[in-house]
């Protein structure tokens, strides 16, 4: 049976994108999709999240992405300053099902947040994982600060009866300092979820098959890898 599972975050620019990767990467030996509804920032002809998480993972991968606004914004704001159609959650859960009969697991990466509107009635990426009924794997900083936004985020999914698969710190320092060293024990408890991997602060910039030879070091082995809490 296939599997679904929603990859978000706490924000933006915290490293969903090479966590989705280190997924991926790890899943190697199943089919892969990586699902990325709303691509903002970007023009045409450039490489999305969906594609970079494709060349860092590895050919087993397949980048879909639904749609794409020039501008770096949230997804509805974007689309309605480009005088686009919003993607919808519903339009997100069937492109997800449809990837799901074809591949063994399909990761589905959201646009910032948890409750970034997809468009104008309010639709997130929380409905979307509603509407497929699938876990979320939250991506979190490793750093001050995080604590607390990790908390709402769980909070939020609590709140809508969605399921936290658990946390993966998604750019982990070389040199942690007090603040990442005490939120490696405490993220899981104001998570109410594992912490199930930390990838290494600049893996996004390592050649492709370096990062998919090291990605299951990074991710605990409830998502395939070999990674435990030091």
Known sequence: MSTILV?????????????TAAVAA????????????AQTGLGPGEPGDAAEAARLA???????????????????????????????PYEVAEAAEKLATEHDLVLVEGAGGLLVRFDDEGGTLADAARLLSAPVLLVAPA???????????????????????GVVIGSMPAE??????????DLPVVAGAPLLGAVPAGAGSLPGAVF??????????????TWATR
């Open 176 to 185: 942690p300092d007090l603040a990442s060293r005490c939120n490696i024990e």
């Open 212 to 225: 998919a030879a090291r990605a299951p070091g990074w991710l605990a082995p409830e998502l395939g890898g």
């Open 143 to 165: 750093g001050l600060g995080t604590l607390n936004a990790t908390a709402l985020t769980a909070e939020a999914l609590r709140n809508r009866g969605l399921s936290c698969r």
């Open 58 to 88: 590895g050919s087993h991968v397949t980048a879909v992405e639904l749609a794409r606004f020039p501008e770096p914004l949230a997804p509805a704001t974007a689309a309605r300053r480009a005088g686009l159609a919003p993607v919808r």
């Open 7 to 19: 990859v978000s975050g706490t924000g933006t620019e915290i490293g969903k994108t090479v966590v």
């Open 26 to 37: 790890t899943a190697r030996g199943r089919g892969v999709a990586v699902l990325k509804p």
